[in-house]
C-alpha cells in the first residue's frame, strides 16, 4: 500500500525558514517522480516543486531563489527546503508521486499525502 506522510510544517514568520519531508513507503521510491503542492484557502491546489527520476527540478516562478526541492533515495523521503518564507506561502502542502513527470506538471499524480500545514505571519 502506497504511503506519502508529510512533517515539518508548522507556523513562522515572514522571512523565516522551513524544511517540510515527506517519506514514502510501499512502492520502488527511485521509479517514481516527485512534487510538492500547495493548496490556500479559497484557492486552487498549485504545483510548487518537482523531481524527476534524474534528479531535474522545476519550481513554479512564485517560489524560485527560494525553495529547494531534495530527495535522499535510501532513504525514501523527499524535502522541500523553503527559505525567506512570505504570508502567501501560506497554505496546505501536499507530496505527490507518478512515474510519469508530465502528470505531475499537470498536478494528477497517482498519489497524494495527506499534507501538512504550513502558516506564515508577517
Known amino acids: 500500500q502506497v504511503q506519502l506522510v508529510e512533517s515539518g510544517g508548522g507556523s513562522v514568520l515572514s522571512g523565516g525558514s522551513l524544511r517540510l519531508s515527506c517519506a514514502a513507503s510501499?512502492?520502488?521510491?527511485?521509479?517514481?517522480?516527485m512534487g510538492w503542492f500547495r493548496q490556500a484557502p479559497g484557492k486552487e491546489r498549485e504545483g510548487v516543486a518537482t523531481?524527476?527520476?534524474?534528479?531535474?527540478?522545476s519550481y513554479a516562478d512564485s517560489v524560485k531563489g527560494r525553495f529547494t526541492i531534495s530527495q535522499d533515495n535510501a532513504k525514501n523521503t523527499l524535502y522541500l527546503q523553503m527559505h525567506s518564507l512570505k504570508p502567501e506561502d501560506t497554505a496546505m502542502y501536499y507530496c505527490?508521486?507518478?512515474?510519469?513527470?508530465?502528470?505531475?506538471?499537470?498536478?494528477?499524480?497517482?498519489?497524494w499525502g495527506q499534507g501538512t500545514q504550513v502558516t506564515v505571519s508577517s
Open positions: 523531481i524527476d527520476t534524474d534528479g531535474n527540478t
Open positions: 505527490a508521486a507518478d512515474i510519469s513527470k508530465e502528470q505531475l506538471q499537470r498536478s494528477r499524480p497517482l498519489y
Open positions: 510501499g512502492y520502488t521510491y527511485s521509479s517514481y517522480c
